[in-house]
């Protein structure tokens, strides 16, 4: 079973528009974290924003914000405000407490993230 | 220089050449990672080092060789590749590799063809 599921291959949204990029995980470590990366086409990932499992509020960086629904197992990224530098592969992450092979990051598939002038 | 670089940002190679992808952080961190990234697919993590040492092989071919001399370089080298080794490969770096909060920043990647 996968352990990151990202629905979304693409999204399209209007430039100053709101997106939201869906992601839902599947562990049974009560311990993790999860991460959001932006992958344009230069092809360098750029880490954007953490949430931990025992965090009690949603994580917000900037333009970023992180709608984090523990019981639903899921993980959404907000981006407020798109501009045309948004547009790129957007990649959900999660990584377990537990040492070894568990403490690695898993990826789901992407979404990308098209935005439109 | 700073965060994560590597070099080269392109490679073309022929299936019996011999390469060697570099990577270097200039981040302080201990813990370093090779990733394959082919289309439409998840990334893939090929190695791990912890503090120098190897902690993951992730069913890697020997093809592919890592080596980590330091906390700071990390490489691949690369001999006898297929055509579906054909890739960006992603170095990345964190503070450690035993779990927890760290994020991962990643290395603008290398393009590699085999033909």
């Known amino acids: 079973a996968q352990k990151i599921t990202q629905t979304q291959p693409g999204m399209f949204v209007q430039e100053k528009e709101a997106v939201t990029l869906d992601c839902t995980y599947d562990t049974s470590d009560p311990s993790y974290g999860l991460f959001w990366y932006k992958q344009p086409s230069s092809g360098e990932m750029i880490f954007l924003i953490y949430q931990g499992s025992y965090d009690q509020q949603n994580a917000t960086e900037g333009r970023y914000s992180l709608n984090f629904q523990k019981a639903r197992k899921s993980a959404n990224l907000v981006i407020s405000a798109s501009q045309l530098g948004d547009s790129a592969m957007y990649f959900c992450a999660m990584r377990e407490a537990g040492g070894g092979s568990q403490g690695n990051l898993i990826f789901g598939k992407g979404t990308k993230l098209s935005v439109k002038p | 220089e700073t965060g994560v670089t590597q070099t080269p940002r392109h490679l073309v190679m022929g299936m019996t050449n011999k390469k060697s992808l570099k990577c270097e952080q200039h981040?302080?961190?201990?813990?370093m990672y090779w990733y394959k990234q082919s289309a439409k697919k998840p990334l893939e993590l090929m190695f791990v080092?912890?503090?120098?040492?190897?902690?993951e092989n992730n069913s890697v071919p020997s093809r592919f060789s890592p080596e980590c001399p330091n906390s700071s370089h990390l490489f691949l080298h690369l001999h006898t590749l297929q055509p579906e080794d054909s890739a960006l490969y992603l170095c990345a770096s964190s503070q450690d590799g035993t779990g927890g909060g760290y994020e991962q920043y990643f290395g603008p990647g290398t393009r590699l063809t085999v033909t």
């Open positions: 080092y912890n503090f120098k040492e190897q902690t």
């Open positions: 981040l302080g961190h201990n813990a």
